[in-house]
């Protein structure tokens, strides 16, 4: 077992939960017919065997990308505030809501198989649990994260805070750099074991910023 998928299984992702019954959401899963669609179909089906690579970058050719803010991260603020009325229903209903939205969100599959491992679910945790490594796995052994030409491959900047918090790292600074044929978020981060850099590899995120902006 890569060492870590081992941290991240320690350190839950501020979506602990008791048990409790959870009315019936469903996540919508769009219909234009494009690779994203057809992979986000697929998953949630509970066919998990996909490129998950392939899957985060289809996200940015489909129609969703663009129509992600402010929605996904009004959706994102009420999940933390429905945690703190340990509202467990809304909690499942909301994260299905922002992967309705985006299906590669690595933050909705925590809380989902967080919560329906509490509920005693075993099924739907073992699925959200699953697609959420098959997400993390695709990020950390795309390189080694030790410079910018073997950066950690990233499509959205959500995924490199996630991946941070994931490890257990706090932020130090963050910085964009080169490397080779790469753009790079230069990230100095502290954890237990001292300070350490880590790069990810930002080439996606920086085009579709720019694409952004032209728009």
């Known amino acids: 077992m890569h060492k870590f998928k081992i941290l991240l299984l320690i350190t839950p992702i501020l979506c602990v939960v008791t048990i409790a019954f959870a009315q019936e959401s469903k996540v919508v899963i769009p219909s234009f017919n494009d690779k994203y ?16 690579t392939d899957f985060r970058n289809s ?12 929605a996904y ?16 229903n809304e909690i499942i209903r909301l994260t299905k809501d922002m992967l309705s939205i985006d299906y590669t969100s690595m933050f909705a599959h925590e809380c989902l198989q967080q919560t329906y491992k509490n509920l ?15 997400l993390f796995d695709s990020i ?15 499509t959205q900047i959500e995924e490199e805070y996630f991946i941070l ?40 995120v920086f085009e579709m910023e720019k694409k952004l902006f032209e728009r």
């Open 140 to 154: 950390i052994k795309s390189g080694d994260g030790k410079t910018c030409k073997s950066g950690w491959h990233v």
């Open 37 to 52: 669609s057809k992979y986000a179909a697929q998953l949630e089906s509970g066919d998990l065997n996909i490129n998950y």
């Open 165 to 204: 918090d994931a490890l257990g790292f706090k932020l130090q600074s963050q910085a964009t750099t080169n490397g080779g044929r790469n753009a790079c978020d230069k990230m100095v981060v502290k954890s237990n074991e001292g300070e350490a850099t880590y790069y990810f590899e930002a080439n996606k």
């Open 73 to 88: 991260d009004s959706l994102k603020k009420l999940v933390y505030s429905e945690m703190d009325k340990k509202n467990y």
């Open 59 to 70: 996200f940015l050719d489909s129609k969703l990308f663009w129509k992600k803010s402010p």
């Open 120 to 134: 005693g679910d075993s099924v739907n945790q073992k699925k959200y649990h699953d697609i959420l490594f098959g």
